[in-house]
Each structure stands twice: as C-alpha cells, then as structure tokens.
C-alpha cells in the first residue's frame, strides 16, 4: 500500500490510500499515478482543538448496504474545542443597518447560543459600533485597538464568538493573531449545537450537506479549519488537486442527496398512511426554546418526552399522538424551533424537514411572551413560513398560542382568537384543546351526524373504527340504536356505500 501525504491549502490536506505494494513509500507530490484511492480533505483544528480522528471511507463498496454508506458520509471532525470555555460575546453594531431584529436581541440569542454548549460560559458581552463589518478586520482601526486591549487584557477570556453570520478565513487568523484567543462565527457555533441535537440520520445528513456549499468554495489561501469529507474515488492521470477536490465534494453531495431522497421517501409513506387513516395533524411551530415540547407533552400527556430549557433542543420532526375533547385522535408535530438570522444554508437544508408543516391540518404558533423580543420573534417565525410557500388557507387558520403566562403576572391575551397559556403550569389546556378541535373539525371537513343502526349488525363496529363515537343510544324496542359520531365526509361515504338505505336522524 502506498500513501501520499502533501499540502494543498494552507490549513489542508490532503490524504490518499490506493492499493498496491504492502510496504510503505515516501511522501510523493501530486500529481499521483491513476487508481482507486480513499481521498479526505480535513483542517487542523488549531489551538484548543483536538486530533485526527480515524479514517472513513464515503463510497459505497462491493456488498455495502446504504446504511453503512449512510454512516460514512456522516463522518466529521469536531468543530469546537472539547474543553470548557469562557466566552466573550463580541456584537458588531452595524451603522445603517434595518433595526429588527434589534442588537439587544441578537446579543441575548448568542448569549443563548454559548449557554447552549457544554462548559462554556460568558464572561464578558461587547457591543461594538462599525461601519465596515466587511472589511477585513470588522470594525474601524481605533474600536480594533480599543478591543484588542480589552480582550488581552481580560485573563478570563479564553475564546471570543464574533456575531456575524460567517467569518472569511484571513479573517480569523489575523483576529486570532491580535487578541490570543480562538474566535469563532455563529455558523459554526450554530452548527455544533444541531449536530448535538441532530438525533436521526435525515437531520445528519442535512448538516453533512449544508457544509458542502463552504467546502466548494474554498479557493487559494483560504482554509477552514473545522471541515472534513471522506470518499473513495479514481485519480486521473495528471489530474490536479483542485480539480479532484471539487469533484470530490459533487461526489459527497451527490452521495448525501441520495440518502435524503430515500429517508424522504420514507417520510412520504409515513405520510400517506396518516392519511388514509385520516389522521389530523396539527403542526407546532415557534421561536426556538418556546416552549412547543413542554405544551406537547401537556396536550398529550406523553411521559417520554423530556423538554429542554435550551435553544435547538428539538431538531428533528417528531410525531406525537393524542385526543381532542371529542376523542379525535390528533397527531401533533413538535418540529425544529427557528432564529433570527439563522445561516442561510442552515435554512436551506432544514426545510426539507418541514415539509410536515404544509401537509398539515392546522398550525399552532406557540410564542413565549415573557421573552423581551416576544414581538420580534414572532415576525422572524412568520416570515419562515411564509418562505415555505405554505397554502395561504392553512396560514390564515394559523393558530396563535401565547405561552409562559405564569412568568407576567396580569396577562391577557391582546385580542380575540389568541390563547393564554401555560404549558407547564398546565393553565388554560382546556380552552386551547377546544379551539384546537373547532380548527381541525373545520380544516378537515368532518362532521358531527346521528345515525340510526341495528343493534348486532355490523354498522356499530364500524363507526367505532372508522369515526369517533361521542354517544350510542339504545332503541330495544326496535332492535336499533342512534349513534352519534364525528365523521370525515369521505368516511361517511365509504360507510354509505357499505351500509346503503336510511341511517342519518
């Protein structure tokens, strides 16, 4: 076996395994000679970060299940450090730009984001004026020196999470450099924090593919220290690194695509029984860490769920069952909570997993309105969905749900068809289940009917599995009985075209 061992990028490298020789040969420079090799394209993670982790093979070899392929591609290095770590928040005000979301809000949610992670702390929070958040070093060279000397002269700091959306590599290094410390973007914070809670393999794989964007454009003198891929491909002759690095990731992404697309499929099936057993679904979305677990499981009363006070617990679409006051049967979907400015890529792989949401019967918006920026939450969710090019009669009949009430002493809902509640408290459950059986009896077209049916025919059994049976009143005297039900108008088709001749009282 012959290795190859050679920098590419600064910040990468790039390892190739091919079959031949058992015995080991010296570091060679690329080009290679053509054939199969395992190629992977990893960064160091620098300072505080940690090793090598093992090698992972991306294709899928002779014999190989999907699911294996599946795990392969999953492989990752870590993107933060493991050890624990005292955050400054450093929040560029950008002058000029639109006001909401506002800056108090955006500090709050990456205070969040640092609590979010294991051991890690805040230590400091700076809000510090700019007018060119795209240059090279962020803010203006006095506000620079100013913070260099505050950063360096603060013990307690040993990382800083700068507030942009994504820092250019050069970027980082020469930040870095100047204050000491390891400095990280909300992307990658963000990102950590759903692979931590990404428990099912779709929501893997779409973390796998939204880095793929930011593996593919990386260019000469750049680097990212925190993004890996494995995959077995051939090697041309000649063929130079770029060329093979970029096919490499269409290669991955390709890979990662396929896997999506069977889980979806999965998905689908799922789907379709729900609806031919006419099940109501009721989606619960909202701004992350609102509550929409807490007030699942209230509505359901599901012991297993395990609510979490933390942004992203939830990132997966998990489906729970539970009954109306008329003993419908509902299904309600507790899916991923949303942020303001959250990384577009991020975005883009997650709404694919809500797909849920538009096949729905009814939306339930739950708010947390003791968060300060309740009003600013609200619009940031709005304008999600409305992204999802959800049908305008499902967002219409949105319901809006105002939770934690127990935490504003006085509460009142501000106008006619919101409801007050506390999940945790379990403070207006009831009125919240009767609008939720009003909103599904009309999004779902079914019907509350008497029928007159014979005692000991078939037609009773019937209704019992096919309807929900609210009361059955004996008639001895002639053999029959009215039962009254709750009834989808294709249920009740089906029972006529079973049971033809007069039933409805």
């Known amino acids: 076996m012959f290795s190859v061992r050679t920098a590419v990028l600064p910040g990468l490298r790039l390892l190739v395994r091919g079959f031949a020789a058992r015995s080991s040969a010296p570091p060679l420079q690329w080009p290679v000679r053509a054939g199969i090799a395992n190629i992977r394209v990893f960064g160091s993670q620098g300072r505080g970060g940690s090793h090598d982790r093992g090698w992972a093979s991306g294709a899928q070899g002779e014999g190989e299940e999907p699911e294996e392929e599946e795990e392969e591609l999953l492989s990752a290095e870590p993107l933060l450090p493991t050890a624990s770590q005292r955050v400054c928040v450093l929040h560029p005000d950008v002058k000029g730009r639109p006001r909401p979301p506002t800056d108090a809000l955006q500090v709050a949610e ?14 400091q929070t700076l809000v510090v004026p700019t007018k060119v958040p795209d240059s090279r070093l962020v803010f203006g060279k006095g506000n620079f020196q100013d913070l260099t000397e505050k950063i360096r002269g603060c013990p307690d700091i040993t990382s800083v999470f700068l507030n942009v959306e994504r820092m250019a590599a050069p970027t980082k290094k020469e930040l870095e450099a100047a204050w000491g410390v390891e400095v990280f973007d909300r992307f990658t914070i963000v990102l950590h924090i759903f692979r931590c809670n990404a428990r099912t393999k779709e929501a893997r794989l779409q973390l796998a593919l939204a880095e793929i964007p930011l593996l593919r454009g990386l260019g000469s003198g750049q680097q990212r220290p925190y993004f890996s891929t494995a995959i077995r491909v051939s090697v041309s002759p000649g063929e130079s690194f770029t060329k093979l690095r970029h096919r490499v990731l269409k290669e991955k992404e390709a890979k990662i695509r396929r896997a999506l697309e069977r889980l979806r499929d999965k998905r689908s099936l799922l789907r379709r029984q729900r609806t031919q057993r006419e099940f109501p679904i009721v ?117 809006e749900v105002h939770n934690k009430v127990d935490l504003v002493p006085g509460y009142s809902p501000p106008g006619p068809g919101v409801l ?69 108008r294709a249920a009740y088709g089906r029972f006529r075209k079973l049971f033809p001749g007069p039933s409805q009282i």
């Open 420 to 488: 007050a509640v506390s999940a945790l408290l379990g403070h207006g459950l009831d009125e919240l289940k009767a609008a939720l059986e009003e909103s599904v009896l009309r999004a779902t077209g079914r019907q509350v009917l008497t029928l007159c049916v014979r005692l000991g025919g078939p037609q009773l059994s019937w209704l019992y599995k096919e309807a929900t049976v609210q009361q059955v009143q004996e008639l001895p005297e002639t053999g029959a009985a009215h039962v009254t039900v709750i009834i989808s």
């Open 283 to 399: 989606s619960v979305v909202g701004y992350t860490n609102c509550g929409k677990t807490t007030l699942i499981k209230a509505l359901t009363g599901e012991a297993a769920m395990q609510p979490r006070d933390q942004l992203f617990a939830t990132l997966d679409v998990t489906a729970h069952a539970g009954s109306l006051p008329s003993r419908i049967p509902v299904l309600y979907m507790d899916t991923i909570g949303f942020l303001s400015q959250l990384p577009h890529s991020l975005i883009q792989s997650f709404s694919a997993t809500l797909e849920d949401v538009a096949h729905s019967d009814v939306i339930m918006h739950v708010r947390d309105v003791s968060h300060p920026s309740t009003e600013q939450q609200k619009a940031s969710v709005l304008s999600t969905l409305q992204g999802l090019q959800l049908p305008s009669a499902l967002l219409d009949s949105m319901l």
């Open 110 to 123: 990456a205070a969040a984001l640092v609590h979010a992670l294991h051991g890690w702390s805040v230590v």
